[in-house]
């Protein structure tokens, strides 16, 4: 059943509306296999480089981008790191506290529109970093995956534990561009010989994801080709908080994630590419955010 009227609006998200909900909404994929990577971290030298692109979208206009010395973890945070984090300390994430405008735990889950509801954000009570889906859905067996459904907090948190930090934005797109003047990272085709590079959605969004990629939606870290850096999955599969934050209209502040994620469609979004950035409120956890960390030479070295 759903409820249609608008309870809240997010910036990133546009509307999104209450799901109440008597069945998993989670689509069963078969994925394919993927190598397990060890957590490691890759050294990036300090550099000054250019920021954006001139021919996509108006809030990626070129700047100028400087970084120190930093390493940046080689993949995305995994549901066991997190869960390593939780069972450490007890923290108890924003999704698992009554949320704003909804005033009951939960968290945004993407759904497909329908008849009923034109709207694919929905808030779900009880999605939670264990539950992205919400209630039915689980993360078990899935603990290389990446998490999400954590907010900037639950990002910044998990970050303090580890003694590290998230990245600025520089400091994100300078590892995941590699300096590369293409449209994509690894060149100008998005699927070069027909290969998928990263996990996105392929097909008409938000109706139709053939799942060329072999993934409906999030994959275990690793699965596709690292770039010149030796990162993974910096281009799609979640997208990734970083520390940098925008102006913003909304109640909450907003910080700019990066890399798009497994909703981002040829014909919707596109911001699979190191210059791409979208604003995000900072206490709205959604099953398409997630994050790395970074350790700095120099702890207090955050140029932009
Ligand atoms: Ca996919
Ligand atoms: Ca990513």
Known sequence: MFLTRKLTHSAALGAVSLWISGCNPVKTVSAPACPTIPYATQLITSATFT???????????????????????AHEVTNAQFAAFIDATGYITTAEKPQVGFDVEGAAVFMPPNADNPNWWRFVPGATWHQPEGPGSSIKGQGTYPVVQVSYEDALAYAAWSKRDLPTEAEWEYAAGAGAASQYVWGDERTPSGKEMANTWQGTFPLENTQNDGFDLRAPVGCFPA????????????????????PSSSAAPTYVIKGG????????????RSAARQFQEADLPTNHIGFRTVSRQDPDDTRK
């Open 227 to 246: 770039n010149t850096h030796g990162l993974y999955d910096m281009i799609g599969n979640v997208w990734e908080w970083t520390k940098s934050d925008t």
């Open 51 to 73: 920021m954006g692109a001139t021919r996509t979208y108006p809030e990626e206009a070129e700047r100028v981008g400087r970084v120190g010395n930093y390493d940046i973890d």
């Open 261 to 272: 994620s497994y909703l981002c469609a040829e014909n919707y979004c596109a911001r699979y």
